[in-house]
């Protein structure tokens, strides 16, 4: 379990994170959603350590974050899968060598074990033909897949997902959103993904937290969340009038 | 203050380069690749500009010698001096700032912009020493480019004086031997070892600390260019009052 203790980060007089308190599970998967400049990034990247924060605590199965050594750090790290916005292949890599990549950095593996390990998570994300292809030659679509291919080669306790829907058409979205749901049941991990997608939010969300200006304003999931009496998650989540109807329709099939 | 920031900043990158070093099994195909980027791809435009500059250096020494009391061998002897001490070391490294240092600088931000440095650290990997420690490990290779400089260089000027008739093969040859100081050789290598490292992690300071996008990246390999050609001029001065006078 990831758990989130009275969080505060500023860059210099900007306060982004204003004492958030949460806890992730494991098997779930937890999304954060919030408008652009709410502090999602900004929460997400502090979670992995990227960005030092002022206040707070942060622990990962029992273990504070801040307590832990430069080294203790990297060896945690090497548990967390992380799916960046834009992918963050490494561009001087096929999209098999960047599969293979965390299992040559951190495992002692033979050539051919690691390569199995590749073959069955690149058929597992749909990839099962695109071995040789650069990251450049890949579609946005391909390359998420390849990323989250590259996070959980490595058979990961924590996954995180920064905007894994940004970019893609919605067929596509969905079924990156159904991929990481059935990874995180199959592996019993804990999932926290930054989204937009309402979308996603419907499908996927056994946890949402609702972020406004770095202040944790709800919390709740995807039940929950239709029949919210919360004004500024209805003004954010129903914005659009498909969504307003989408929520109509589902309050009066529930009376 | 800012200067002062970068400077502690840049030293504390070095330092940080030496902690938890990556796997040796990586890590030897990262400094195979950074050998092949970084010295093979230069020794191209290594030699042809050693060669005509060599050449140029010859024929501006030939020219200026005007009085008939001078021999004509000291062309040779000229040329040697100038290409050994000053030429193939310091205005080789002056180029190789643009070539291999705006490289690893766009490189280096590329990544940066792309996330990719940040996915290297969420997996518990040191990222400077993935990224820059082959870098210094492959540059700590230049001075094989600088000695066929250095070759080249008189070799240019050899072809320059005997076909452009400013002097005969023998007077050419006699001058590149006269005088020779061995230890003038060994002090064009030791600054080459220093403006190796200053190539390698100048740069790459320039590109791992970068912040924007696309445009900030053609920012930060034109900086690293310059304060990578400061520093060298600078050391280059320092060194050669240190180890020559």
């Known amino acids: ?255 | 203050m800012n200067y002062l920031h970068n400077i502690g900043k840049y030293f504390l990158m070095i330092k940080e380069m030496f902690r938890k070093p990556t796997k040796w099994s990586v890590m030897k195909h990262l400094i195979l690749k950074d050998i092949d980027d970084l010295i093979i791809s230069s020794l191209g435009i290594v030699a042809f500009i050693a060669f005509f500059v060599g050449g140029v250096v010859t024929i501006q020494t030939a020219l200026n010698i005007t009085n008939p009391l001078i021999p004509k061998y000291l062309v040779g002897f000229a040329t040697r001096q100038s290409i050994i001490l000053e030429f193939a070391p310091t205005f080789i490294s002056i180029i190789m700032a643009g070539k291999v240092g705006s490289f690893i600088t766009s490189s280096i931000g590329t990544m940066r912009v792309t996330e990719q440095i940040d996915a290297l650290e969420v997996m518990g990997i040191n990222s400077l020493n993935y990224l820059v420690f082959p870098k210094v490990i492959a540059l700590m290779l230049y001075p094989f480019a600088i000695s066929i400089a250095i070759f080249l260089g008189i070799i240019g000027g050899m072809a320059a004086c005997v076909y452009g008739g400013f002097t005969t093969l023998e007077d050419y040859i006699t001058g590149v031997q006269l005088d020779f100081i061995p230890f003038h050789l060994s002090y064009a290598f030791i600054k080459t070892f220093v403006f190796a490292f200053l190539l390698a992690t100048i740069p790459s300071f320039h590109g791992y600390y970068m912040k924007g996008g696309a445009l900030e990246v053609g920012k930060a390999s034109t900086t690293s260019f310059v304060w990578t050609s400061v520093m060298i001029i600078l050391l280059n001065y320092i060194l050669t009052q240190m180890l020559l006078s």
């Open chain 1, 1 to 255: 379990m990831i758990i989130v203790k009275d969080l505060y980060k500023s860059f210099g007089e900007a306060h982004i994170l204003k004492g958030i308190s949460t806890t992730f599970e494991k098997g779930k998967t937890n999304l954060i959603i919030g408008a652009s400049g709410s502090g999602k990034t900004v929460f997400i990247k502090c979670l992995l350590g990227l960005f030092p924060y002022e206040k707070g605590c942060i622990s990962y199965d029992g273990k504070i974050f801040s307590d832990l050594t430069e080294n203790q750090k990297r060896d945690l790290r090497a548990k967390i899968g992380m799916l960046f916005q834009g992918g963050a292949l490494f561009d001087s890599m096929t999209i098999a060598e960047n599969v293979m990549f965390p299992l040559r950095m951190f495992t002692k593996q033979s050539k051919s074990e690691m390569e199995d390990r590749v073959n069955f998570v690149l058929k597992r994300v749909n990839l099962a033909d695109a071995h040789n292809k650069m990251p450049s030659e890949a579609s946005g679509g391909m390359q998420k897949r390849a990323a989250i291919a590259r996070a959980i080669v490595n058979n990961p306790k924590y996954l995180f997902c920064d905007e894994p829907n940004s970019g893609l058409d919605p067929k596509t979205a969905i079924v990156i959103d159904n991929l990481i749901q059935e990874i995180t049941d199959e592996y019993q991990i804990i999932t926290v993904i930054n989204s937009h997608d309402m979308n996603s939010v419907m499908e996927i969300g056994e946890k949402i937290i609702f972020l406004i200006d770095g202040v944790k304003v709800w919390q709740g999931s995807k039940e929950t969340i239709f029949k919210t009496d919360n004004e500024a998650v209805t003004n954010f989540v129903y914005s659009s009038d498909l969504m307003k109807k989408v929520r109509q329709m589902y309050i009066e099939e529930r009376q």
